[in-house]
């Protein structure tokens, strides 16, 4: 039997007192504790699992996809939907299947891919490019109105150039010269000066009559200034329909 001096006699009665008050509460804790570092290892191994899966099912879809596979692409894209929604893979196929199915001529199967990706995807980037492949099919079906509907919704400032531009299209498509005019200049004001873009952009505003920002200066600065006063230049027949890009 363990013999004990009075000091550690002390020190064991003070343990067993701090026991008795905390020693639940203690346990508690260490038992969450233990619970939570094996949910978060589970949770990590889940999901990339997960991530494993899904990345197994976009390979195959792409696969499909350069196979011109429509049926194998459908089923893959729907496992991606049905089990993966919450991974970046579900989205960014049916954006590739979207594509497919246009390209194939079934329009409606690509608005229909490119609609959930608008309602489930959770990067914006991609709900923006999704808004702006649908707002294309749109323009492209001559529904002018729903087309420009899809394109007012909120969006980022990078797409603000390429969705102005589309707009232009869809106006001026519905015979709104002035708002087409509006948005081919937004559209201009956006995009980076830079941009090889801007030229395509220039010619159709050009068509509808309007003038590039900069050309009125660019113009005067060719009169070398003379006084002389340009000639105006003659409004368009009637709206040029712009090409899709």
Known sequence: MAVYDSHEQEQLDDLKAWWARWGNIVTTIALIASAVAIGVQGWRWYTTHQADEA???????????????????????????????????????????????F???????????????????DETELKEIARYRLAEIL?????????????????????????????GDALAAAGKSAEARAAYETALAKLDAKSQYRRYVEVKLESLGGTP?????????????????????????????????
């Open 139 to 167: 323009l492209d079906e001559k529904h002018y109105d729903d087309a420009i509907k899809v394109l007012d919704a909120k969006h980022g400032e990078p797409f603000a150039g390429l969705y102005a531009d589309l707009r």
């Open 55 to 101: 990345g197994a099912l976009y390979s195959a879809l792409s696969v499909a996809v350069r196979n011109n596979d429509v049926p194998r692409a459908k089923d893959t894209t729907a496992q991606l939907a049905d089990r993966f929604a919450g991974t970046g893979y579900a989205p960014r196929g049916a954006l590739l299947l979207a594509k497919l199915l």
């Open 213 to 245: 920002p900069g050309a009125a200066a660019t113009a005067t600065a060719a009169g070398g200034g003379s006084g002389a006063t340009p000639a105006a230049k003659a409004p368009a027949s009637s709206p040029a329909t712009p090409a899709k890009p």
């Open 103 to 121: 390209d194939g001529g079934d329009a409606a199967g690509a608005k229909t891919q490119l609609t959930w990706v608008i309602d489930h995807a």
